[in-house]
């Protein structure tokens, strides 16, 4: 699994152009705006977005053939993949979050480190949702195929929100009322829930990508 993890490094490296804007658009988020949740969030999900990108590199010109014929297992690969997304994604969330919390101290917004922190685990938790989300059916159906099937299932997904949204403003649930509640819960107590959260998710579609790829023929 090292070999994958440095050879998805490489790829990464090579994008010096996508380094480059990131750095700059969080750059300005960060002077600008007056909560870090959305800078963090917005960094992380785009140095995770990167992992799917390493897929389509590899599927690039029957990579992928090339790659099981090497003393790599397809669970090895299945692994590489999800350890390089929580890599990429906890990576950016530290180093955004020591920036952001220099930044604000700077600029004196009264930004406690409970919020930062949760701030960043929020971030993480919306990663780990991306990234459980897309690896199986970017394995399953390829770059184009698989861009067509996350849009279906995202707009599937956009329609049940809003139907569970009215149903629950029909049956006279608040969403705030959750937003409260999880702000009242001690902190170590909400971290744990996320990242026990979070480890779930990612076993189950671990498990998922691992069964798909094992019925694709190479």
Known sequence: MKALL???WKLLMSQKQFFLVTIVIVGAFLFTARN?????????????????????YDDYHNGMSFLMTLPVSRTDYVAE???????MGSGTSAVVMAAAAAVFKVRDTGLSAEELLLSVMTAMLVAVFFLAFTIPVQL???????RMALMAVSMSFFVLGMGGAA???R????????????????LGMVVCAMGAGCVCILLLSAVISLRVLKQREF
Do not use: Q, R
Request: without cysteine.
């Open 6 to 8: 440095i050879k998805d």
């Open 171 to 186: 049956m006279g649930w608040k969403a705030g009322d959750l937003f409260e509640k999880v702000e009242e819960a001690p």
């Open 81 to 87: 993949k999800y350890t390089f997304g929580i890599l």
């Open 36 to 56: 870090p949740a959305f800078v963090v969030s917005y960094a992380t999900i785009m140095y995770t977005v990167f992992t799917i990108s390493t897929i389509s």
């Open 140 to 146: 399953k159906f390829g770059a184009e195929k698989g």
């Open 167 to 169: 149903l629950a403003k």
